[in-house]
């Protein structure tokens, strides 16, 4: 057997002794000082450490909780939740595949006949070079299954989940979407009331305080924006491990997530459907009369405190587009102008001249300028005033009348005249303020110009002109006036607009602060540039109806636990009341009390039940150069005892009488058969 060669004790001697033994004492000392410095890494940075490397290696991901629903006054739901089959593809499985996964989105795109592209843009991160544009592309945790296709054929899926070894990565599950029952169950569309979800910006990420995740959904728009924070809920969440690809290890924790509370509205799903029904049946009346009707709303709310039980806006939308993914293209044509704009919400968004509709406002005004209430006026079927020729509708000439009388036929005459008193004995173009215009003044009063502060998003505050606004809106637009006045408007064909929009630029561009005659008296009618929303004029009237009051015009009547616990109920939001005479607002009854029956609303009307039922209304026809007429008709009833104020419009739908009336009187309808039923 070989033995271990041993070395001679005369060479051992040689090698611990001289020069070679500093040597490795050298090493000795320097491995030491190593050993401390590992110990101290070991033992004194131990739990510094340990807490960098649990940093690195956990993840905490967000589980969105089951979001409250919206529901109708009788708790039909509006919007609610309803599971969804989807497919999902493992980012573990994108990331270990050459090709990122394209082959095998190919494969699921041709078993599901879904579009390859759209698959594959589902996996792309939002932001990144090759990512389609938002919502289309992926913005949720790198640490989950990424959703493909939402709302696939459980049978499919099912074909698609048994064959494993063919889709590697891919699983089917099962998730909460929203979902609108009434739309199918109960014919109502409130798409623009509903509003939809969308994902968060970072920056309402960063704000919330952990509150919010990226892949979370937020309301954008209606009510699911306006009450968000409640129907949400709070999110649960789940803390993983991750290996250093990124890819889920494991799971340490998890916190469930608490279920959000449901909206209880004010809204009836009978009245509802009815105002849809109603304002596409004018549109379709308007469009068989040779007009454009481009557009049209309806509102119905309680007088005594402004709960909105209706509210329509045409051209709407499938709700359910934003559940199924909206693209690019379908979103741009919500907005399109050629399309309608579909997504804005006319009832409070857009604006319009009020028309005479608006006379609910300047005969009261007319009074406090000192007419006599008891005195009849002419009214012509023209009025030149300033050298400018003012008429009624088709010109028409009714004789002298009364106050009453001057709103049932609605004579334009008789307020133009009115107006131009007041402008006179203000100090006309001399007059650079605004006190003491009874007509700008009740306007305010009646809280036009601002917002009502319904809750629903996108509220347009209207606009009362006034010497003020006129001047600085002068200021801010006079350059471009000026170039106007001097080079024309050449790229309009319509020789008519073009002339009057350069004799319009020439008038205004060294002097159009002024507050001029034709201002006063197309303010009197609600002309000129006087703009207001829907909810607005139904405000108006509900005061009107109540005796003054200014209620805030409310959807929302309370929010419950999704058993039914209420939480919290909403009260009545009063904004003051307006300062009318019991003489006026009586004399304003009297004239709205005769439309119905002798004046321009008695066609609509004709055959109703008027001594049973009696509805006190107006019409109202805005005119625009070269525009065929805006329809309105704004009401209210029972007279005897208000419950109800309805306020329709037609865009370019024609004379209010013929197009808003008789669409007001299809809501009507369903009104009386609601009282008459006993409902509260």
Known sequence: MDRPQVTPPRVRNRLATGPMWALVLSVVLLGTLLLGQLGQLQLAQHEEMAAAAAEVSTREISTPALRGRILAADGTPLAANAPSTVITIDPVA?????????????????????????????????????????????????????????????????????????????????????????????????????????????????????????????????????????????????????????????????????????????????????????????VEAGREMGNPARSAAAIVLRPDSGAVLASASWPTYDPDIWTRGISQAEYDALLDPEQGQALVNRVVAQTYPPASTFKVVSLPAALQTGIDPDATYPCPGAVTIAGQRFTNHESEEHGDLDLTEIMEVSCDTTFYRWAYEQWGDLGGIAQTSDDGDRFIAVARGFGLGQRTGIDLTAESAGLVPSRAWKREYWEATREETCRRAEEGYPEIEDEDRREFLEQLAEENCLDGWQWRPGDAVNFSIGQGDVQVTPVQVAMVYAAIANGGRLWQPELAAAVQHQDGTVVEEFEPDSLGSVALTDEALSIVRAGLDGVNTEGTGAAAFARWPHTAYPISGKTGSAEAFGQIATSWYASYGPTTDPRYVVVVIVEEGGLGGEVAAPAARAIWEVLRARDESGMP
């Open 94 to 282: 994108v990331m270990e595949s050459e090709d990122d996964g394209r082959a095998v989105i190919e494969d699921v795109a041709a078993a599901l006949d879904l579009p390859v592209e759209q698959l594959w843009g589902r996996t792309r991160l939002c932001g990144t070079a090759d990512a389609p544009p938002v919502p289309a592309c992926f913005s949720g945790s790198p640490y989950e299954p990424i959703p493909l296709a939402y709302d696939i054929d459980p049978v499919a899926a099912l074909a698609v989940l048994e064959r494993p070894e063919a889709y590697p990565g891919i699983a089917v599950s099962t998730i909460p979407i929203r979902a609108y029952p009434a739309q199918a169950g109960q014919g109502v569309n409130a798409a623009h009331l509903l509003g939809y979800l969308g994902r968060p910006t970072q920056e309402e990420v960063d704000a919330s305080a952990g509150l919010i995740d990226p892949q979370d959904k937020l309301g954008r728009a209606g009510l699911e924006q306006v009450y968000d924070s409640r129907l949400r809920g709070i999110p649960g969440t789940t803390t993983v491990t991750v290996d250093p690809r990124g890819a889920v290890t494991g799971q340490l924790s998890r916190t469930d997530p608490v279920a959000g509370q449901d909206v209880r509205t004010h809204l009836d799903v009978d009245v509802q459907r009815a105002a849809e029904q109603a304002i596409a049946d004018a």
